[in-house]
């Protein structure tokens, strides 16, 4: 985590015109650094299974309306007749686990558990990409500017980073979920928490990743190849696109896989808290919140929202540590 | 060393006054943006069957026909020179530093909060005691013994203690425990320490395990990454070959340069965790400042909300001041200026 990525170490040895072309094109489509990355990755067995795994959801939560479809019931529906009307548990052992309820059916409504779990993993997954994609970009534009013109520019940038980076988060994002009535900016409904919540996890979470990027562009721009190109006539933005951008190809890739983990989480939280996405849309945060209260009837109601949160950020993780060491072998 | 901390505590000011504008603009700005009038916000606080003249006394009341700039200047106000407040039968003063008056309850904010800091404080500082020692004893053996069993069981239970949640270890952790095997007291039945320690610890023993868990995971990986770094420096080699005990060059010289990044974070995470540890008392039900934060936030009170993010941001400020002031201590190349 705070070990440097030195991914240009084998291209500085090299000769200035392979720097220069290593720079250029191809670099743009995350190659050039990549061959020697990918063969390290191939051969961790652990990250692959992490890297599987997360294809593996990806492809449910694409295909989840399909798999619902063949395996269980729409995720609205509601099943009374499993429910026991004395006590409101469903009936059957561990929650009602049957063939036709895979992962057994909600307390009180009697909703086929499998098919939230899986609905839920499309909301999760959704929101966790695009808020990093928020952050991954804020966060590097930011970083890269901040590092690359000094100054009273970093200056600037820095202390609004000390400032993010002082707030009490999750309260603030709280707040700010909590506020905005269920029609606003010519949204409402699922879409406007979906996007309400991405901008809120990527804007909150911007400064981790451009403090990173700031120190890395720091360094790069000290660097022979950036001198060399200034010296060639490039402007300050072909330099940060052509020539420093490239370079934090792998920092970013990096840095973006172990944070799509933790916005899971952070989404997780939300709705957890009651202002993620609203019911009866399936969150796995918000059957988590529900589950506190009636666990001790219906163990599969906090089982297995719980257990599809951690296997997703679990294989995140481990994908994204082994990518880590594959750009960097000393962090091992 | 006295220049310093003045310039650090001036950043302060400046950082409050920060968190202070953006909590009106939460409250007060987006709305706006989001399209409410101050009669849809005045409309929250009072009951459902109110009627259009209800709502336009209670917007007055609050102050919410007024610029937000006026609104902001009579909080400040309240903050340095306390405000008096008619409640109908007479004047009641609060005498500054005020938070005002919860928009919903009509309690003064500052003594809620007062109450419920000994909760936090508990729960904070007793899970923080538990997983430095026990995340960075982990991350030490861990890179000590590199690639060993142990090494290879702890970063993997560390691994999984990264990503799981406290509000499903926290709920995983309740049905086991304390309603299984009846090893915990209720955690929600909070008892000051002042009054039974014993009972105080029996009840938070849960939520200071799973919150320590879930920190100490985190602090074992970086420890342990911190630790495999410093091990491989050239001076660790001349400690060794000066003859030095082992112990003394793991801890005196691998250990304290390894500790500087570890005490950054701790700050952040503590001061964060002060601020209102908002997840792990929502799952265990405790009283602290972190479920007072979301019960503010789910009634739309302002005042409370604006109390919580200022002594969240509070102990955020003083928490990173005291490790910047510890580094000096920790490491001797650290001069303050």
């Known amino acids: ?332 | 060393m006295v220049t310093y901390i003045i310039r650090r505590l001036a950043a302060a000011v400046v950082l409050l006054f920060v968190v202070s504008i953006t909590t009106f603009a939460i409250f007060f700005l987006v709305p706006r943006l989001a399209g409410m009038s101050a009669d849809d916000l005045a409309s929250r606080y009072v009951s459902k069957a109110a009627n259009s003249q209800v709502i336009h006394d209670t917007a007055t009341r609050l102050g919410f026909y007024d610029p937000i700039l006026v609104q902001y200047g009579r909080f400040v106000k309240g903050l340095f020179l306390g405000v008096d407040r008619n409640y109908g039968p007479g004047i009641e003063h609060c005498p500054a530093p005020c938070l005002g008056y919860s928009y919903v309850t009509q309690n003064p904010v500052l003594p809620d909060l007062l109450d419920r800091l000994p909760v936090t404080l508990s729960l904070a500082l007793g899970a923080a005691v538990i997983w430095l020692v026990f995340g960075v004893a982990a991350g030490v053996v861990s890179a000590l013994r590199r690639g060993s069993v142990f090494d290879r069981i702890s970063m993997g239970v560390a691994l999984a203690g990264v990503s799981l949640p406290i509000f499903f270890t926290g709920i995983v952790s309740l049905a086991i425990f304390r309603d299984q095997l009846g090893l915990v007291g209720d955690v929600a039945d909070w008892v000051p320490f002042t009054q039974d320690p014993l009972t105080w610890a029996n009840n938070l023993s849960l939520p200071w395990i799973t919150l320590a868990f879930l920190y100490a995971a985190g602090y074992a990986r970086l420890t342990r990454a911190g630790m495999l770094e410093t091990m491989s420096e050239d001076y660790i080699r001349t400690a060794r070959a000066k003859g030095l005990p082992e112990r003394t060059v793991v801890l005196k010289h691998g250990l304290r340069a390894t500790l500087t990044p570890v005490l950054t974070i701790f700050g952040l995470d503590l001061g964060l965790l002060l601020g209102g540890a908002v997840l792990t008392e929502s799952t265990f039900s405790l009283p602290g400042i972190g479920k007072y934060a979301v019960d503010a936030i789910g009634n739309n009170d302002l005042p409370q909300v604006m109390g919580v993010t200022l002594v969240a941001a509070i102990f955020i400020i003083l928490a990173n001041l005291i490790v910047d002031l510890l580094y000096a201590v920790v490491d001797p190349r650290v001069r303050l200026a």
């Open chain 1, 1 to 332: 985590m705070t070990a440097p990525l030195d991914v240009t170490g084998s291209q500085s040895e090299a000769p200035p015109e392979v720097v220069l072309e290593g720079a250029g094109r191809q670099a743009i489509q995350g190659r050039s650094l990549g061959r020697i990355a990918w063969m390290r990755l191939k051969r961790d067995k652990v990250a692959m299974t992490g890297a599987a795994v997360v294809i593996i959801l990806i492809l449910v939560a694409v295909f989840a309306p399909l798999l619902v479809s063949w395996l269980g019931h729409p995720p609205a529906e509601w099943h009374r007749e499993k429910i026991d009307p004395a006590i409101q548990a469903p009936i059957g052992a561990f929650g009602g686990i049957s063939r036709d309820f895979l992962f057994g059916v909600e307390p009180t409504t009697g909703r086929d558990l499998f098919s939230r779990v899986l609905y839920g993993a499309r909301i999760s997954l959704l929101i966790a990409f695009f808020a990093t994609l928020l952050c991954v970009l804020l966060g590097t534009v930011m970083g890269m500017i901040a590092g690359f013109f000094g100054g009273w520019v970093d200056a600037i940038i820095s202390r609004l980073m000390d400032i993010f980076l002082a707030f009490p988060l999750l309260v603030f994002a709280l707040a700010l979920a909590g506020v905005i009535p269920d029609k606003a900016f010519g949204l409402s409904g699922d879409a406007l928490r979906i996007s309400l919540l991405v901008f809120i996890i990527g804007f909150f979470n911007w400064p981790y990743i451009g403090r990173i990027i700031r120190g890395q562009t720091l360094s790069l721009r000290e660097r022979e190849f950036v001198d060399a190109a200034r010296s060639l006539g490039a402007r300050n933005h072909s330099i940060l696109f052509r020539e420093i951008l490239p370079n934090l190809l792998a920092p970013v890739l990096v840095y973006s896989t172990l944070l799509i983990p933790s916005n899971i989480l952070f989404e997780a939280a939300l709705s957890f808290l009651g202002v993620g996405v609203r019911p009866p849309t399936p969150t796995w945060g918000g059957m988590l919140a529900d589950a506190v209260h009636n666990y001790d009837v219906a163990p599969n109601y906090m089982i297995f929202p719980g257990l599809a949160i951690f296997i997703t950020v679990l294989s995140f993780n481990l994908f994204g540590d082994g990518l880590r060491d594959a750009f960097d072998p000393k962090s091992r």
